[in-house]
């Protein structure tokens, strides 16, 4: 069965912190998608990757294809950071839709 | 340039009714998908239209129906409404199909079927 697991489901820190959050995923993918999600509802698109690195400001996402992982990090962690953020992916020789993880609840804390 | 925007926002049926949801993608934007989120479920990919053709479907009912017009406007409609049909309808847009590209996600209608 094609999964998407996030941890952790919670995650409470301090401002100034190093935050990271992880994906991993059960067969292989075509693309991974990470999202961010206010209260309200607003979905916000922050990375798609295939392979390797990429970083937008504070925001770094990794993606190991051979171990099936993906990893957001946040640096200097701020309280507008707080939201849930969402991995999703589409998996290789699917019907390529997207197929979603469960969400990981940041607050970072002044 | 504006974003994907969705309407109404906020509607109230009752069960049995149906329900008409619209969204407009980003200008240029053929590509348009529609999710729905649950407390319960999460996230859940319903359908994707691209160029006025339904390129993919979720693992949703067939009260679950959608269109997309020449103008990649698009519409999804729910008939028969159950109370578990409440959630955020959310459309995202994006110039190539079926997630290979960045999406552009709309603010959502929240639906309550009471």
């Not at chain 1, 979603?100 to 002044?110: A, E, I, K, M, R």
């Not at chain 2, 989120?37 to 859940?44: C, E, S």
């Not at chain 2, 994006?94 to 590209?101: A, I, L, P, Y």
């Amino acid at each position: 069965k094609n999964e998407v697991e996030q941890s952790p489901q919670n995650l409470t820190a301090q401002e100034g912190e190093f935050i990271t959050i992880n994906c991993s995923y059960s067969v292989g993918i075509s693309a991974l998608h990470w999202l961010q999600q206010h209260p309200g509802g607003g979905i916000v698109s922050l990375f798609m990757l295939s392979s390797g690195k990429k970083k937008h400001g504070r925001l770094i996402a990794t993606i190991n294809i051979q171990e099936k992982h993906s990893s957001l990090h946040i640096t200097a962690s701020h309280p507008r950071d707080s939201a849930v953020y969402i991995c999703a992916v589409i998996f290789s020789g699917s019907a390529r839709q997207l197929t979603f993880g469960s969400g990981t609840q940041l607050t970072v804390l002044p | 340039k504006a974003g994907v925007t969705q309407t109404p926002r906020y509607l109230i049926k009752t069960r049995g009714q149906q329900v008409t949801l619209s969204c407009s993608p980003i200008s240029g934007h053929r590509s348009v998908s529609w999710y729905q989120q649950t407390p319960g479920q999460g996230l859940q990919f319903l359908f994707e239209y691209f160029s006025e053709t339904q390129r993919n479907k979720g693992n949703f009912p067939g009260r679950f129906s959608g269109r997309q017009f020449s103008n990649s406007r698009s519409e999804m409609n729910v008939s028969t409404l159950e109370l578990g049909d409440s959630a955020l309808y959310l459309c995202a847009s994006s110039w190539r199909e079926r997630g290979t590209d960045t999406q552009y996600f709309g603010p959502g209608t929240r639906l309550t079927v009471l």
